[in-house]
């Protein structure tokens, strides 16, 4: 199994360009996550979806849009970036149930110059 | 409201002595707890994790925790620490019994082990 797999690994955007970061999961779970890791501030939610078609907004949904089509895949959508949005991006996805862990993918390195 | 405290940002430790990585919470209802794993350019990995039962929790590479419910903190230990240890740890909580589907996160433990 692949597990959570994230593209691309690294990304330079300039001000005010539009991206997609791709995620994908191939353990059939249900629940899906994006987070962004900044130094001194750990893993902050950014929107998670517990299914086909159902998403919802975390801690900071600002200048993020999620879609969830298939069950597989959890895009990201930045609208129009902001050097404020240089981080590391992570997709994380468990199964249905509140005590399962969360399995994470490798990250994007995201730099909006 | 639910909230979880690393109050240490870097730890350091011999090889070959024991370790403690310190994680307070805050939860309105009962907590699920976590702890994860960050090694350099990757994704965080699950370690070990506490829903209910005996205070003592035992993980993979030889982790554990300890749950203290009077202290509301649960600390991650090691008998002996090994090189190969040093990582990012980060302590999570979900608050089960607010409902929240979301896991907080505290901002992680630099764990060094000095050979």
């Known amino acids: 199994n692949a597990g959570v797999t994230q593209t691309p690994k690294f990304q330079v955007l300039k001000t005010g360009q539009s991206m997609t970061l791709q995620c994908a999961q191939d353990?059939?779970?249900?629940?899906m996550s994006w987070y962004r890791q900044d130094p001194g501030m750990g893993l902050r939610l950014i929107h998670y979806s517990v299914g086909a078609g159902i998403t919802d907004q975390g801690e900071v949904p600002n200048g993020y849009n999620v879609s969830r089509s298939t069950t597989e895949d959890f895009p990201l959508r930045l609208l129009s970036a902001a050097p404020s949005q240089t981080s590391v991006y992570f997709c994380?996805?468990?199964?249905?149930?509140?005590?399962?862990?969360?399995?994470f993918g490798n990250g994007t390195r995201l730099t909006v110059t | 409201a639910q909230s979880v405290a690393q109050p240490e940002d870097q730890v350091n430790v011999a090889e070959g002595n024991p370790l403690t990585v310190k994680c307070t919470y805050s939860?309105?209802?009962?907590?699920?707890l976590f702890w994860y794993v960050q090694y350099p350019n990757r994704g965080l990995q699950f370690l070990l994790k506490?829903?209910?039962?005996?205070?003592l929790v035992k993980g993979s590479y030889g982790f554990e925790a300890e749950f203290n419910k009077s202290q509301t903190s649960f600390h991650l230990k090691k008998p002996s620490a090994l090189v190969s240890d040093s990582a990012l740890y980060f302590c999570?909580?979900?608050?089960?019994?607010?409902?929240?589907?979301?896991?907080?996160f505290g901002k992680g433990t630099k764990l060094s082990v000095i050979p």
């Open positions: 353990m059939n779970h249900e629940y």
């Open positions: 506490y829903i209910t039962g005996d205070n």
């Open positions: 939860v309105s209802g009962n907590p699920y």
């Open positions: 994380a996805s468990r199964e249905t149930g509140e005590n399962s862990p969360l399995h």
């Open positions: 999570a909580v979900r608050d089960y019994g607010a409902g929240s589907y979301q896991l907080t």
